[in-house]
């Protein structure tokens, strides 16, 4: 029953019906009539003949009896005979139509196989092929079936090779994960299989051949190939970079290590210390600065942290750490050197500026000198009560706190001080560079004209440096204006979103190369380094400024910085737009 059930699950599956044997009954049914047909012209027969010849034959009902109880018995014996081979046909002819099923079922599974099945006996001649296998090397399985070494497949030229591969499959060393090997189509075409191999045995257990499996692995080789290399190009790059590269995920026991490169590994090893100890330093910073130093290895370090999936679906950290130890060294002695240009900037300019400050200095000098020598007669005279004694030592005063104002702000300019941004008022900064400004106005005969605006807020700056540009903006505009009719030089401040404007209007020559302008060593005048417009941008770009030059179309040009205010809020902390853009 359990049989018939399989057969007709085969059938159902298979969309097939083998054809039933419906007429192995025959024969028996056959060989019983005639049987039949026999016993009756026999007991035909006797009854005519014990009729007729009543007077010739001896009458003996015991030998007859007996006759015929053998004869029925032989007739049941026939009878039973012909039934067990009635169940016997029936029995084989179920048997055979299982068979049939099942040989069918599994001929359609060789059939739709994608995989090619080949089977070969002990000295490697081919006794089977399935059609994935003519399929995949295009030959038919009469060509295949029978052949020997070498197979029609082998790539001429390699048989060695492939010889190679053939002992070891007959000798049953081939390994678990398979044999790699190249074949040809028979078109010529080539592509790389991968074989796997397994003894076949007979229903004793004693082995006949060998059963292999074929597929072609040319693309995904190609595509794992590609992989691999990409791969390793990738690594090749994580490993080769200066910044230490890890990646680290939280578990219950701490921080664990998933990667690492070279870097990371030559400064702190597989340990997760420095991982741990810059990812501390970040969540304890509040100034939004990701530059921190690790004692251990004495390296200053420039951080980035990223979250992403891990290929396990985890979230863990990417952390990239550049060693910046060197990088902030140099910074250090460019702003030193940067300091010292400066101050040199601010010695030439008053050295350029030594007769006009010899001029401005000697006229209250000579006046104290005149008002003194006239206060001495007035006492040589007697007349200490005159008025005119009184008169003369204030303003001999006057002029000496003129002379020392003068001395002040030169001292003040040119001496050598470390760079110090303070909220300071950006007409306190006008007013001390015009004092020194109008010493120049003066020589070319010029004056300054300044509009500022009501009301502004006071800039985050290092005085002195704005002064500086401010004083060479204003100096360059007045030697340009040395052939202009116009009398004056003009000086714009205004409001500007969150920064402070400043504009240094001339009726000068105009810019003649505007895109060297701010070239270090390029100047326009015979006597010029060429470094003053370039220091000058340097100043107010490290105030988080700009400075650029354009041309006024009333002739001349109009040089333009602004530097960012300074604000303060609720709790009285300076905030700066320098301060923002570092957080940032």
């Not at 003053?532 to 030059?549: D, Y």
Request: proline residues 4%.
């Amino acid at each position: 029953m359990n049989d018939h059930n399989h057969k007709n699950l085969i059938s159902k599956s298979l969309n097939y019906a083998t054809k039933p044997r419906r007429f192995y009954w025959i024969a028996p049914v056959f060989v019983i009539l005639l049987y039949t047909v026999v016993m009756i012209a026999f007991f035909s027969l006797q009854k005519i003949q014990t009729n007729l010849l009543p007077y010739f034959v001896d009458n003996n009902e015991g030998l007859q009896r007996l006759l015929n109880l053998i004869i029925i018995a032989l007739s049941v014996l026939i009878i039973f005979s012909l039934f067990l081979m009635w169940r016997f046909n029936s029995q084989r002819a179920n048997t055979e139509q299982a068979l049939e099923t099942e040989t069918i079922f599994r001929r359609a599974m060789e059939n739709s196989m994608s995989t090619g099945m080949r089977v070969i006996d002990m000295q490697g001649r081919i006794i089977y092929v399935n059609p994935a296998f003519c399929r995949l090397i295009g030959w038919d399985e009469t060509s295949l079936v029978g052949s020997t070494q070498p197979y029609p497949y082998w790539i001429p030229g390699k048989h060695q090779e492939h010889m190679r591969t053939m002992e070891l499959v007959l000798t049953g060393k081939t390994p678990s994960s398979g044999l790699e090997l190249e074949v040809q189509r028979r078109d010529g075409t080539h592509f790389t299989a991968r074989m796997y191999v397994s003894p076949m045995r007979n229903p004793d257990g004693h082995q006949i051949g060998w059963m292999t499996s074929m597929t072609d692995i040319t693309e995904p080789k190609r595509v794992r190939e590609a992989l691999s290399a990409a791969h390793e190009r990738f690594m090749t790059v994580l490993e080769s970079l200066d910044d230490a590269i890890s990646v680290a995920a939280d578990t219950p026991n701490g921080i664990e290590i998933l990667f690492a490169n070279r870097t990371y590994r030559r400064l702190f090893g597989s340990q997760p210390y420095g991982h741990q100890e810059l990812l501390k330093q970040s969540k304890e910073n509040i100034d939004g600065v990701n530059q921190y130093f690790i004692p251990l290895v004495n390296i200053w370090f420039e951080v980035h942290h990223r979250t992403l999936s891990w290929t396990d679906g985890r979230k863990v950290r990417l952390q990239v750490a550049r060693d910046i130890t060197e990088r902030l060294k140099f910074e250090e002695e460019s702003r030193t050197q940067q300091e010292k240009i400066q101050i040199t900037s601010r010695l030439t300019t008053m050295g350029e500026m030594a007769s006009t400050l010899a001029h401005e200095l000697n006229q209250p000098l000579t006046a104290i000198v005149n008002y003194n020598t006239a206060a001495i007669g007035l006492l040589k005279a007697g007349q200490t009560d005159n008025p005119m004694l009184i008169t003369a030592l204030e303003k001999s005063a006057s002029q000496a706190e003129r002379a020392g104002k003068i001395i002040s702000r030169i001292k003040a300019f040119v001496k050598r001080s470390d760079p110090r941004r303070q909220k300071v008022s950006i007409n306190r900064i006008l007013s001390n560079t015009l004092d020194l400004a109008e010493l120049d106005a003066r020589k070319y005969g010029k004056q300054i004209d300044c509009h500022i605006e009501e009301n502004l807020p006071d800039v985050f700056a290092d005085p002195i440096l704005i002064e500086q540009v401010l004083l060479n903006l204003i100096k360059n505009g007045l030697e340009a204006m040395q052939q202009s009719e116009e009398p004056a030089i003009k000086v714009f401040v205004k409001k500007v979103d969150r920064h402070a404007e400043v504009s240094v209007v001339d009726r000068g020559h105009g810019l003649k190369e505007p895109d060297r302008l701010f070239e270090p060593f390029f100047s326009t005048k015979t006597e010029g380094l060429g470094m003053g417009l370039n220091i000058c941008r340097t100043i107010i770009e490290s105030h988080n400024g700009q400075l650029w030059a354009t041309s006024n179309p009333e002739g001349g040009t109009i040089f333009t910085f602004k530097i960012p205010f300074a604000y303060t809020d609720s709790k009285d902390k300076l905030t700066t737009v320098e301060e923002i853009n570092n957080d940032k």
